[in-house]
């Protein structure tokens, strides 16, 4: 069964880090877009990050630019969020998602570009 498998989530201290990981399981990791979108209680879906392999355009929201970096390995199947510096605003449930060229661009990340998503996993930032 085809399937993204997220991890990394959990408490962390605000100034903390965390590394989120979404493992692709029965499939390839071979859509040109990867990307992550959270959802914080009480508020819409944001799209944070996403990085597109055939011209390596990456977008970073405002919110969480310098302090977050996606990269992805083909070989393991695998893409990341690396979070540092982060704050009680960051808690939101995490989500991974692949899909076409369509999903990224200088400006934004975007669900409708997304073929495959993973479950969600939770981000806690406080004291």
């Known amino acids: 069964q085809a399937q993204f498998v997220e991890s990394g989530g959990g408490l962390v201290q605000p100034g903390g880090s965390l590394r989120l990981s979404c493992t692709a399981s029965?499939?390839?990791?071979?859509?040109?877009?990867v990307g992550w979108f959270r959802r914080a209680p009480g508020k819409p879906r944001e799209g944070v990050s996403c990085?597109?392999?055939?011209?390596?355009?990456?977008y970073y929201a405002a919110s969480i630019k310098g302090r977050f970096t996606i990269s992805r390995d083909n070989s393991r199947n695998v893409f990341y969020l690396q979070m540092d510096n982060l704050k009680p605003e960051d808690t939101a449930v995490y989500y991974c998602?692949?899909?076409?060229?369509?999903?990224?661009?200088?400006?934004?990340?975007?669900?409708?570009?997304?073929?495959?998503w993973g479950n969600g996993t939770l981000v806690t930032v406080s004291a």
């Open positions: 998602a692949l899909g076409t060229s369509g999903g990224c661009g200088s400006m934004g990340v975007y669900a409708y570009g997304m073929d495959y």
């Open positions: 029965g499939f390839s990791l071979d859509g040109d877009v």
């Open positions: 990085r597109r392999s055939s011209d390596g355009l990456t």
